[in-house]
């Protein structure tokens, strides 16, 4: 029996997992941890859908009045392009919120790839929920999937490398929890959440803090230890102060090629280096190449195309 099971029914990919409530699949087989805990997740999926229901509904959906009240329907979900599976558990809750007897079946697991005209998923239950939930779950859905989608894609651009891709705070507005998830789903890896838990210094601090050994110097001072401390450099000089401070995660902002082959030689594993700044899916592997550890991306969540997907009743 799985825990939780009021926001899912989803056999494909239920589990008991009484501390993340997603054992996702990457590439590897391994599973992908959560962004956050179970308890936690529930809770801001539970606020997400509220919210795009509220939207779209208000008073209710006049349209689906029009079909009878208590009639049954199922409906498949499918894909009309390749892309990563990624959200299902935000469109299963569309859907429960509004029938909390609804049945959903997949075919294919979260992280999965998908193949056009695949059916994803089957739901089964009350006709005006199915149709009032829709809209929501496929927008969460395709949203989701598009983003881990890209992810995937910049993933296998450094295969063999060693370079973890990371997100940044550049997300969708309300969204910022789902598309991490989605970070993960794709096989990248999650930066701080927001402001609140991890520091990253960028030239404004620098500046107003009187320089990188003073700023760095009031981190390690008020900073808790399980919390990261980042700082943002420009150039190989300020890497130079910053090695010198004592920083061991240092974002390497703007940098050429060239340049990023330098700091790494300069740095010599004193610190995890972070490349960062116009990096596209072209050029990414150059950037990997050149012996960074991370590069961080924010179009990944920003830029975001949805996957189109479409729902139709039996």
């Avoid at 599976?85 to 079946?105: A, M, R, V, Y």
């Avoid at 998923?121 to 009350?126: D, E, F, H, I, L």
Wanted: aromatic share 4%.
């Amino acid at each position: 029996m799985c825990e939780n099971e009021n926001i899912r029914q989803t056999p494909v990919i239920c589990t008991n997992y009484p501390k993340e409530i997603f054992p996702r699949i990457n590439l590897h087989g391994a599973p992908l941890k959560s962004i956050m805990p179970a308890h936690s997740l529930i809770s801001h999926i539970k606020s997400n859908v509220s919210a795009a229901l509220d939207e779209d509904l208000r008073d209710g959906d006049l349209t689906a009045q029009l079909i009878p009240e208590f009639q049954i329907a199922t409906a498949g979900i499918v894909a009309r392009q390749e892309a990563v599976l990624c959200g299902t558990l935000w469109f299963e809750e569309c859907f429960i919120s509004l029938d909390p007897t609804c049945k959903i079946h997949w075919a294919i697991a979260e992280g999965a790839t998908m193949q056009p005209n695949q059916e994803l998923c089957k739901v089964q239950g009350n006709a005006r929920a199915l149709l009032s939930a829709e809209r929501c779950a496929l927008n969460f859905l395709q949203t989701l999937s598009g983003t881990a989608t890209l992810v995937r894609r910049y993933v296998d651009a450094v295969a063999g490398t060693g370079v973890k891709i990371m997100d940044t705070r550049k997300t969708l507005p309300g969204l910022r929890i789902a598309q991490k998830h989605a970070v993960l789903t794709g096989g990248g890896h999650n930066q701080r959440i927001g402001l609140f838990d991890g520091v990253l210094i960028k030239e404004n601090h620098i500046a107003a803090a009187h320089g990188i050994d003073m700023v760095m110097e009031q981190a390690f001072r008020i900073t808790p230890a399980d919390v990261p401390i980042q700082i943002e450099v420009e150039n190989l000089a300020q890497l130079s102060e910053a090695l010198n401070a004592g920083a061991k995660l240092i974002l390497l902002d703007n940098f050429m090629l060239a340049d990023l082959r330098l700091a790494v030689a300069q740095a010599a594993g004193r610190a995890e280096l972070e490349a960062s700044g116009g990096i596209t899916l072209e050029s990414v592997r150059m950037f990997a190449e050149t012996g960074v550890d991370r590069i961080s991306i924010g179009a990944l969540t920003k830029d975001v195309t949805a996957i189109d997907l479409s729902m139709r009743i039996a």
